[in-house]
């Protein structure tokens, strides 16, 4: 192979043997610690897409590297044929952090939105009594959950859905934060409402103050489970350790991810009480990575870190000396989520996080580098 250096080099070879999900920007990493990146060919960059909220600690923390180092030393992978050391220590530490009975570990993001959707259809049919395969799941507008099939089957993105067919039945959209379209989807077999605590797909949305809250009561009222995806919000982001706790509000179920393998490895979790997660029995659900001693030591330390409330308290003061506060109540599209990682990009630039893609019509409001070459390759997608 011949030699690489530059980023055209780089670029060249993986457009040709890579596939082409993504339309990355011109930029090849090869170095990243705490906010900053380096490239191939010695450029700095300050980070501000933080790995799509995978990176709410920064690059290499280090007490997240050396958590990693030590498990690397030990062992990485058992397979959950057999116990291993480190799980059950996560899943106090991240069961502890939400606040709920039980912890369901897996991977990625979208599996464990996947493993929340299975978890509140059997809870429908165990628990709750509803006929044979006829469960419905309210979810919102807007919502991206991730790439699998059944995911993208409830998905309103044509570029996510389209071509994808047949789609997986059992789901009814409603416009999101708007709490009388959910109340008038409720029916006898409806298990759950899967909701965002804050959209970030379509531009960063925040519903109106008391959209929760009012979920929460509603779920509550008729039986059916909220289940809150705070893969992207979640895990002090936003200030809280959990996005649903700056409305005061508590899901039945959290789905969690991203930041929870501190940027070093893949680790997804669902978390819910003893009464919801014991319909999980062996050999009905699982993953071969799921749980690993490596995920779970990586896991573990960021639970470590984010128990300290350092980190959330941190997303306080950014956002307390931001010019636009974040505060939940317009319910409209903003191009600033307040977020720990959008605090400090945008002092310095004149836009928002450029982790979230915006509404195609509003991209030339973006502020990210206003090079021809990045505004051909478009926006970073997740
Ligand atoms: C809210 C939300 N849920 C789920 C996912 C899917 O996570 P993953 O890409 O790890 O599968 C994402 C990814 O962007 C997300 O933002």
């Known amino acids: 192979m ?7 080099d780089f670029i060249d070879l993986e457009n040709r043997v890579a596939a082409h999900n993504y339309s990355p920007l011109p930029v090849v990493v090869e170095h990243a610690e705490g906010i900053w990146v380096t490239d191939v060919e010695g450029r700095r960059y300050l980070d501000a897409l933080s790995g799509y909220s995978a990176l709410n600690f920064g690059h290499r923390h280090p007490a997240l590297v050396q958590a990693a180092k030590d498990q690397l030393d030990r062992s990485t992978l058992t397979s959950r044929a057999f116990h291993n050391d480190q799980l059950g220590p996560f899943c106090a530490a991240l069961s502890e ?6 912890i369901l570990p897996m991977n990625t993001g979208a599996e464990a939105v996947e493993t929340a959707l299975k978890i509140a259809r059997k809870w429908g049919y165990l628990v709750k009594g509803v006929e044979a395969d006829m469960a419905e799941i309210i979810v919102m507008d807007g919502n991206f959950h991730g790439r699998t099939t059944t995911i993208i089957s409830f998905s309103d993105d ?33 298990v759950a409402v899967l909701v965002e605590p804050i959209q970030g797909e379509q531009g960063v949305k925040i ?38 706790q700056y409305e005061g509000v508590e899901a ?11 940027g070093i490895v893949p680790v997804s979790a669902v978390a819910a009480d ?3 997660m014991g319909v999980i029995t062996p050999g009905t659900h699982g993953s071969t990575f799921g749980g690993n001693p490596l995920a779970a030591a990586v896991g573990k330390a960021v ?13 306080r003061a950014w956002r307390a000396s931001s010019a636009r506060p974040w505060r939940p109540s317009s319910g409209r599209a903003s191009r600033r989520c307040g977020c720990a990682a959008c605090g400090p990009a945008s002092t310095s630039t004149p836009g928002c996080c450029p982790a979230r893609r915006p509404a195609r019509r509003s991209r030339s409001r973006a502020c990210w ?14």
């Not at 979920?215 to 350790?241: P, S, W």
């Open 2 to 8: 011949t030699q690489l250096s530059t980023n055209q």
């Open 97 to 102: 952090l939400v606040g709920k009975d039980m």
């Open 158 to 190: 044509p570029e996510a859905r389209d071509h994808y067919g047949p789609y997986t039945q059992g789901f009814v959209s409603v416009p999101y934060g708007d709490l009388a379209a959910v109340e008038a989807a409720i029916h006898d077999n409806t």
């Open 207 to 244: 519903p109106k103050e008391g959209f929760l809250p009012g979920l929460r009561e509603l779920c509550t009222d008729r039986n059916v489970l909220m289940v809150a995806d705070e893969i992207q919000a979640g895990l002090g982001r936003v200030g809280t350790t959990l996005a649903c």
């Open 252 to 262: 039945d179920v959290y789905t969690l991810g991203k930041a929870l393998g501190g």
């Open 274 to 276: 003893a009464d919801v």
């Open 303 to 315: 639970c470590d870190l984010l128990a300290s409330g350092g980190h959330q308290e941190n997303a």
């Open 369 to 382: 580098p206003r090079t021809r070459t990045a505004r051909r390759s478009g926006w970073p997608r997740r």
